[in-house]
């Protein structure tokens, strides 16, 4: 029989010997040492173990990590994104006239879709023009993704600083810190719900659009500005970049 002290000690294993995806895709064990609670999903900022605080002067004004991440698109600040302005968000990042324009459409169609069941709508009358209202907006968080926003329905679009962490300690296997091009394939590949096809080419589309406008010189995604995605500061750094240039 097994003593006390090694029961223990198994029971906080992250690999199991006859499962080698578990030696693939490591968990981070210290995590609870760099960052206080990291299985607390935090309201309104998106927490890591440099951001303690999330990220350093930003007012996150009372709105869920989903919500602000999807703010950023709500050009007018009615509380309401339309096509139209997907599309103005898309340019403001730095995306092409093309890209925007195919985006600024499917973002919100696709939105429109998840939505049918629990409507972002303030009614259940659907809209004719696409448009998504922030407010409700984690009524149309879709499958096969990261999980960082998390997914209970009176809550979602919190963030799950462990989820967040788990990107980089199962996929980030070149670079701690990062993703190359291949490691996020992978992770989408991984994440994937079974028959949820939408979700995929969501996931993808999302993911692949991120590398494209925010990967570094060497090809790329760095942990700060995946980081960025999900309360938009990235955003906001890639608008005030093109501004500036």
Known sequence: MASPSSVAVSSLETEATQAAVTRERKLNPDLQEQLPKPYLARAMVAVDA??????EGRDPRGMSVLQQHVAFFDRNGDGIVYPWETFKGMRAIGCGFFTSLVFGFLINLVMRILSMSYPTQPGWL??????????????????????????LT???????????????????????DALTKD????????????????????AIGEWHLLYSV??????LLQRETVRGVFDASLFERLQDSKKSS
Do not use: C
Not at 50 to 55: L, R, V
Not at 188 to 196: C, E, S, T, V, W
Not at 214 to 219: E, N, Q, R, S, V
């Open 183 to 202: 490691e996020m394939n992978l992770m989408l590949k991984a994440n994937r719900n079974i028959y949820d096809f939408l979700g995929w080419i969501a």
């Open 126 to 151: 659907p809209s004719l023009l696409l448009s998504v209202h922030i407010k409700n907006i984690h009524k149309a968080k879709h499958g096969s993704d990261s999980e960082t926003y998390d997914t």
């Open 214 to 219: 925010a990967k570094d010189k060497d090809g």
């Open 50 to 55: 440099d951001h303690p605080n999330g990220t």
């Open 154 to 176: 009176l809550k979602g679009g919190m963030f799950d600083p462990s989820k967040f962490d788990a990107i980089f300690s199962k996929y980030g296997r070149t670079h701690p």
